[in-house]
């Protein structure tokens, strides 16, 4: 089966010197502080100009069996490339999350994906060859304090997710395998396209979910992706009334953050300063500093929601939310480098969510996992998902796909996928 292949090589020489030198204070100080510098070397960026694609391969793998009997095979239809794995998968996985066991050395990235059941385990009664399903990556949900989706299931597979996993795969691949519990069918109404941008939706309710203030006046969304266009659209659907403020790449998302519900847009261009100064304008706010320098709105909004995952976009939160507001970070962020202070200076709170909530039941009722409630919103309003989903790719062109995802809006790109199966054309009448 053609798949996508994420490969960790060993140590370099240079690495393994740095490792070497004594552990004494002051020079393992110099060793992290130097390390810092060569990160922070790319500058105040909201996106990565450029993607390491080094450790990408396309190959041939075998199918391997089943990790139980109550997995199943799927087949892919399509796979989404999600910006926060892209920033766990940017060359940038040190040594200690392998040597930990928390990545496999080789695997099959892609933990958004739909498809097609091909084959099941003994035990799998829930679903049929051909059934449609879409896949929730996890076998334990971060940060839910439950009990896992799947138990014994990341032993199985061989890692904490759908694609970061050495057994089950991932969806950049023609199959993948799931558990049983992983699963759900689709409504015959919801395309494979809906279905895909279900994790999305799912995670920005849960992001607003998290929100300490029951009616805030003033929101900003910093980053108008496809997490942060639908964070907007969430809080439309749920009657806030509050002022939304989207800080956009580009003119192309500044649009769609306009028709789902924002009230006005700025673009994320220059240096904190020079963007905050233009949301101060759209806020009929004015910029300030704090005593060592740092800028900042002087009365700033209730709630900002970062969602780039980057140093930058949370520099730039800091400098938008009001004192004792709250920041909720909404993209994985595995090296951060701002300058912490003003969280301390300003009293915020910095809330992560990076994953949908766990199922919540009524008392009385039995919970329902949130896809679930998102295919219910979808049958009772049929196109109620905006078409996010603006570019699909083979995976041959697998470089050309990361690169269009890595740059985004900037590249009139909100969703990317690889695509396994061509759409049918539908000859027009006459």
Aim: net charge neutral; proline share 7%; with cysteine.
């Amino acid at each position: 089966m053609k798949s996508i292949v994420y490969e960790h090589p060993p140590k370099g020489v240079v690495s393994r010197a740095l490792d070497a030198i004594p552990p004494v204070a002051a020079v393992a100080e110099a060793r992290a502080g130097l390390r810092n510098i060569a990160r922070a070397i790319e500058g105040f960026q909201f996106r990565p100009r450029e993607f390491d694609l080094t450790h990408f391969t396309i190959r041939d793998l075998e199918l391997r069996p089943l990790p139980g009997p109550r997995w199943v095979r799927v087949k892919t239809a399509l796979a989404g490339i999600d910006p926060g794995e892209l920033t766990s998968l940017a060359g940038r996985l040190d040594e200690g999350k392998f040597s930990a066991g928390l990545y496999p050395r080789c695997f099959v990235p892609g933990s958004e994906a739909v498809g097609t059941v091909l084959e099941k385990g003994d035990q799998v009664t829930a679903f049929s060859d051909g059934d449609r399903v879409l896949v929730d990556p996890w076998f334990r949900i971060p940060g839910a304090g439950g009990p896992p989706i799947a138990p014994d299931a990341a032993t199985a597979a061989g890692g904490f997710k759908i694609g970061a996993a050495e057994t089950a795969g991932g969806g950049w691949s023609e199959f993948f395998a799931a558990h049983e519990a992983q699963l759900f069918r689709l409504p015959e109404t919801v395309s494979f396209e809906e279905a895909l941008l279900v994790p999305t939706f799912a995670r920005a309710s849960a992001a607003v979910e998290r929100m300490l203030e029951a009616a805030p006046r003033r929101v900003v969304v910093v980053g108008t992706g496809a997490t942060g266009l639908a964070i907007i659209m969430m809080l439309r659907a749920l009657k806030r009334r509050c002022r939304i403020i989207a800080l956009a790449d580009a003119a192309f998302d500044g649009g769609w953050a306009y028709d789902l519900g924002a009230d006005g847009v700025a673009t994320l261009a220059g240096d904190a300063g020079q963007v905050l100064s233009r949301l101060a304008r759209l806020l009929d706010d004015r910029l300030t500093e704090t005593d060592h320098g740092a800028p900042h709105l002087a009365g700033g909004a209730d709630v900002v929601f970062e969602t780039l995952g980057a140093s930058a976009g949370l520099a730039v939160a800091m400098g938008a939310a009001r004192e004792r507001a709250q920041i909720i970070a909404c993209n994985w962020a595995d090296r951060l480098v701002p300058d912490w202070s003003m969280l301390f200076f300003r009293e915020l709170t910095l809330t992560a969510a990076i994953a949908h909530a766990p199922g919540v039941a009524a008392e009385g009722e039995t919970a329902r996992h949130p896809y679930e409630r998102l295919f219910d919103a979808m049958r009772a309003a049929p196109r109620w998902a905006p078409p996010l989903l603006t570019h699909r790719y083979p995976l041959s062109k697998y470089e050309e796909a990361i690169r269009t995802a890595v740059r985004g809006p900037a590249q009139g790109a909100i969703k990317v996928a690889f695509e396994f199966q061509r759409r049918r054309r539908v000859a027009a009448n006459g």
